[in-house]
């Protein structure tokens, strides 16, 4: 199986009870995790109408959405665990301990790393290790669900095959999505997340010189780059997020997509900071071509699709 979760129903006589559902391909999820439009269209494409006009069955939209996150009290007894699971210390809200660097303390300017790399992100105040990043506006992303995602991109290549002038409009959309966002698997298909805030400017730290790791990894630990990484074998071992159920991701999938950034040391005034781009491969089958895709780019043999879209543009 691909997907296991649970919701809770009431049951005969009126009692609490709780069930729980399996998917064995990534298609079942994503119905799983459809939006309450979209349910709403398959139930009414899929239910013949009643003669008597009253509804086929006692469910909607609304209601199936409802079920889609599993309920606080399997968080808790997932918790409960020994030795606790990491998520449950990580994920499980920020810790008010921790500084959170606000997005009033950073300013874009062109990269300090070359003319072919576009903008950047750099500290207006020194920055101490283990900060949040813009915390505040990271846990508001722009999402591109897999129906979404999956609606432009049909809808573009009909406009391209129809030859309509709108289709450079909406490339303009999945240049953005593709361009400044990054993939996600946790809703099933192919989805895609783009920072809201400037901190989507933040461009890859080459050979390991990245600024900032996800708040549930080890800010003290070297990672694996575009330098070291066996583009053959992805690590995703090293995540160690399981991928089948987990009650405390699977109430934060958002938050786990956008995955909030820790500093990984002290940042200087006027410094430019760097994520490690690899950290949001979720999928096997995506490793090898990112891998060759930032090693071409840290070479100058390539560049990214904002700067190749800007360059057209200008």
């Known amino acids: ?8 129903s009431k049951g005969p006589l009126n009692r609490p009870q709780s069930n729980v559902v399996f998917c064995k391909d990534y298609e079942c999820e994503e119905n799983w995790y459809a939006n309450e439009a979209a349910i709403n269209v398959r139930i009414r494409k899929q239910i013949l109408r009643t003669k008597s006009g009253l509804p086929a069955v006692d469910v909607d939209g609304a209601s199936m959405s409802s079920h889609q996150r599993p309920p606080k009290a399997w ?10 699971p990491f998520e449950c210390d990580s994920l499980r809200g920020f810790d008010p301990m921790l500084p959170n660097a606000d997005a009033n303390k950073f300013s874009i300017k062109m990269s300090s790393i070359g003319d072919n790399v576009g ?3 750099f500290a207006k105040v020194d920055i ?3 900060s949040y990043i813009m915390q505040e506006i990271g846990v508001h992303p722009i999402q591109f669900p897999p129906i979404t995602a999956n609606l432009i991109e049909s809808t573009l290549d009909f406009m391209k095959k129809s030859e309509l002038p709108q289709a450079s409009d909406l490339e303009i959309i999945t240049n953005y999505m593709y361009g400044y966002g990054y993939q996600s698997y946790t809703l099933g298909e192919t989805g895609h997340f783009v ?4 901190s989507t400017f933040t461009n890859h730290g080459c050979n390991g010189t990245y600024t900032q790791v996800p708040v549930f990894k080890k800010p003290d630990k070297a990672y694996f780059s575009e330098a070291t990484a066996d583009p053959n074998e992805a690590p995703f071992e090293d995540r160690a997020l399981n991928p089948i159920f987990n009650p405390v991701i699977d109430r934060r999938l958002e938050h786990v997509c956008t995955l909030s950034q820790c500093t990984s040391r002290d940042i200087k005034k006027d410094e430019e900071l760097f994520e490690n781009y690899l950290f949001f491969t979720q999928s096997s089958s995506d490793w090898g071509e990112t891998v060759r895709m930032l090693n071409a780019q840290c070479s100058g043999e390539e560049v990214g699709l904002v700067v190749e879209v800007d360059k057209k543009s200008s």
């Not at 691909?2 to 919701?7: E, M, N, R, Y």
């Not at 968080?75 to 606790?84: A, G, L, N, Q, W």
Request: with cysteine; glycine share 10%; hydrophobic share 30%.
């Open 1 to 8: 199986f691909v997907f296991f979760s649970t919701l809770q």
């Open 75 to 84: 968080e808790t007894v997932f918790c409960r665990r020994k030795p606790t």
């Open 119 to 121: 903008r950047g992100v």
């Open 128 to 130: 101490p290790k283990g």
């Open 195 to 198: 920072d809201s805030g400037i």
